[in-house]
Each structure stands twice: as structure tokens, then as C-alpha cells.
Nanobody
């Protein structure tokens, strides 16, 4: 199982970024996928989740209405569209898959919000 995030970077407050997570090594369309984030000195926290075919999504209250999770099962990729980024959003963002009770994580991608 391999999860590779990309798309992080520096953005101004109020700006947007789209993160991608390319998955391999398992049947991607079978499993729900999630995004988490971890800021310095803080615990890793849930951001969003999408069901295996994308029909169901869940968001942390802190990102609801600003972030959108989506997936393309033909490309084995899950996305996180982030808009209206705030100073409290900077973190390393990770995608994760839970396969039969075992969680797999990518290496993360850094998001920085600064003017």
C-alpha cells in the first residue's frame, strides 16, 4: 500500500489549494479515504472522509463549508479542495486508508498560510 500526497504549498489567507493523494497497492474503489492534518505541537486531527464511491462525505466542523473532499476511482486519487484558508489551517496534511482494520498513511504535504 502506498499513499502519496501532493499539492501543498504557501498560500495567502483566503486563498485556495487542492491537495491530491495517489493510492496504489490495493483496490482503491473498495475503501473509504480520509484526510487528516497535524499542526506543530498539536495532535493529528480528522479533516474529511469520503466513502468508497464518493456518495458520502463527512467533515470536521472547522473545515465544513470551506473544504471539499472528492475522489476519482479511475485515477486511484483522492482530493481535498481547500478554500477560504485561514491562519489556523496550516499543518501537514495526510491522506489515510483503513484496510481491514489497519491504517495506512502517506508522508504528508505541508500547507502554509501566510501573507
Amino acid at each position: 500500500v502506498q499513499l502519496v500526497e501532493s499539492g501543498g504549498g504557501l498560500v495567502q489567507p483566503g486563498g485556495s489549494l487542492r491537495l491530491s493523494c495517489a493510492a496504489s497497492g490495493f483496490t482503491f474503489s473498495t475503501y473509504g479515504m480520509s484526510w487528516y492534518r497535524q499542526a506543530p505541537g498539536k495532535e493529528r486531527e480528522f479533516v474529511a472522509r469520503i466513502s468508497n464511491v464518493g456518495g458520502s462525505t463527512n467533515y470536521a466542523d472547522s473545515v465544513k463549508g470551506r473544504f471539499t473532499i472528492s475522489r476519482d476511482n479511475a485515477k486511484n486519487t483522492v482530493y481535498l479542495q481547500m478554500s477560504s484558508l485561514k491562519p489556523e489551517d496550516p499543518a501537514v496534511y495526510y491522506c489515510t486508508a483503513n484496510l481491514l482494520g489497519r491504517s495506512y498513511w502517506g508522508q504528508g504535504t505541508q500547507v502554509t498560510v501566510s501573507s
